[in-house]
Every structure is written in C-alpha cells, then in structure tokens.
C-alpha cells in the first residue's frame, strides 16, 4: 500500500498544528500505537515550531518510509532560514539561541528512533527523522 | 478559539480544548488572569484532557500560568494530562516543575480545597 507523501508548509503558529494534526493521521494510518502517534505528533509540534521561531517560513513532509521488514514514518523538517552555526552544541540539552526554550531537538531525538541534521549557515536546515513500528 | 471558563464558587475552571494555537495559548494565559483578578478566585483548575499535544510552548504557557496565578496569591493545579502525552513531555524534557498536577477535575478540587483548608 502506498501512502504517497504529505507537504505541509509553516508560515505560522495555526501550521504547526495542521502539521502535527496530519502526522498523527498518517501515523494512525500506517497503523502505529496511540502511544507512538502521541510522541510523533509532539515531534512534528516541536520540528514545525522551529522553523516559525527561527526560519519564520518552511516545509514540513511526512512519509512511511521501509526499512528492511519494518516500516515507519519519516518526517522531514526543512527550511532556508539562518541555519545553525554549531550543530554538535544545538543538540546538547538546554541550549537555545532564541534564549527560550531551548530543548526542540534534542527533544525531538528522544522522541523519535532516528535523528539527522544537516545544516549550512545562510542556506537553511533540514532534520530527518523517523519512526519505526515495534 | 474560545476556551470555556467556568467559575464555581472560589475557583475558576478552564477547560482546553485539543487544537489551541499559540496564539490561543497566550491569550489564555492573560484572560485567565484577568478573570481571576475579576472574580477574586482563590484556585484556578485547568483541564487539559482534550489536549493531544503539550509542546514545550503549551507546557511554558502552563507553568507561567501558575507562577502568575500564584504570584496573585491563588493557586493553580493542571488536570487531565493523559498518559501518553505525559511520557512524550518527559522525554522532551518538560516536567512542570513546581506546577500542582492532579488526575482530574475532581482530584483537582480535592487539592484546592485541601489548600483553602489550610489557609482558614
């Protein structure tokens, strides 16, 4: 079965909730627990809100994804905002650059399986990350 | 989105619904204090079971509820917060520290009254 992919764009605070909204419908789809469609909405919440506080504009896209026998889901975070400086600093726990929350993505790598980032200062940033079914 | 709150008696219960944006979130904070200056509630119960999601900013949003609503000398207790969006707050890392919890509405009321309770 094929579920094709799901692009969200984030401008503002109203798309990260319709991001998160579709995450956990695609999640439901591809038949994840509630408890996993829970961390995987919370994920996309934080992903999306990234971009709004630090790019202002981006894209959220959400995918099932195969790897092997077990299938997930792939959210993929991208935006040309700032980008991040020091990645390796951005990932430690509590720091922030907008001096408020400061806990998005290493965050968001405990709630998911699979964490990588790529980001380029002046071009942007994209963060893949994905979710397997137990 | 309108968030309903009722008053009854001392206290103040707002209940979330599951789709409040930030936006929302930060209205509410400021409505509800207003309110409670308004009223002169003592304790503030805020009901979170329809909310499928607590982010970092709803659970920020939270806490300063509280604080405020604390430093105005009533108390706040957050209800409802279901299971699974408990274990995905804990690995984000946001513990609402120093912010009351209680199961539900009417374990919240218990805590509230137990409080007033004290202060008599």
């Known amino acids: ?134 | 989105m309108e968030v309903p709150i009722l008053k009854q008696r001392d206290v103040l219960i707002a209940t979330f619904q599951a789709a409040l944006s930030d936006a929302d979130l930060s209205q509410l904070r400021s409505g509800l204090l207003q309110q409670v200056i308004r009223f002169r509630s003592r304790g503030v119960i805020v009901d979170v079971t329809a909310m499928d999601v607590l982010d970092s900013f709803a659970s920020r949003t939270l806490r300063e509820i509280a604080h405020m609503i604390r430093l105005r000398g009533a108390e706040t207790v957050i209800v409802g917060i279901q299971p699974e969006v408990a274990f995905a707050m804990v690995q984000l890392g946001l513990t609402l520290q120093g912010v009351a919890t209680a199961l539900d509405l009417e374990e919240g009321l218990a805590y509230l009254n137990q409080k007033f309770e004290k202060v008599q």
């Open chain 1, 1 to 134: 079965m094929s579920y094709g992919e799901i692009q969200v764009a984030i401008n503002s605070d109203q798309d990260i909730i319709l991001a998160r909204q579709r995450g956990r419908a695609l999640a439901t789809q591809l038949g994840f627990a509630h408890c996993d469609t829970t961390l995987i909405a919370t994920a996309i919440s934080e992903l999306a809100r990234n971009i709004v506080s630090y790019a202002r504009s981006g894209e959220i896209t959400l995918k099932a994804v195969n790897g092997g026998n077990r299938q997930g889901l792939a959210i993929i975070a991208s935006d040309r905002g700032p980008g991040i400086p020091d990645v390796p600093q951005a990932l430690r726990d509590g720091f922030s650059t907008s001096g408020s929350l400061g806990m998005g993505l290493p965050g968001v790598r405990r709630l998911m399986d699979e964490f990588e980032i790529t980001s380029q200062p002046g071009q942007g940033t994209t963060v893949v990350t994905k979710k397997w079914k137990h």
